[in-house]
């Protein structure tokens, strides 16, 4: 789980991953599991990563502000390659999805 901190800090300055608040807010190193093949959104990618390797990160690191409206969220992770501009739908690129629950009865908040 991550925090969000509140900051005194403007749009710009929660944009720039690399800007002074970003410096004094802690974070979190979060275990990931790859989204199950049976839940990908094609049925393309079900067969094709069916006997090909995926979700090859383990683990990334969090950090999470907001200004009392919007929260803004900064990950991080260990990757070797650089697929930001991928254009072969046969790959997966560098990206990430982040869920919100809209109940906290939901399985994934319970605490271990």
Known sequence: MVKAQRVKADD???LDPASAPW???GGSELILQ????SAQPSVYIQSKWKVRPYGGI???????AHDGERIYLRLSWRDE??????RDTDQFADAAAVL??????WAHLRRR
Do not use: S
């Open 23 to 25: 410096q004094a807010i």
């Open 81 to 86: 390659t650089k697929d930001d501009g991928l």
């Open 12 to 14: 710009a300055a929660l």
């Open 100 to 105: 919100f629950p809209v109940n906290r009865a």
């Open 58 to 64: 383990d683990r990334l690191f969090a950090r999470a």
């Open 34 to 37: 790859p989204t199950p093949l």
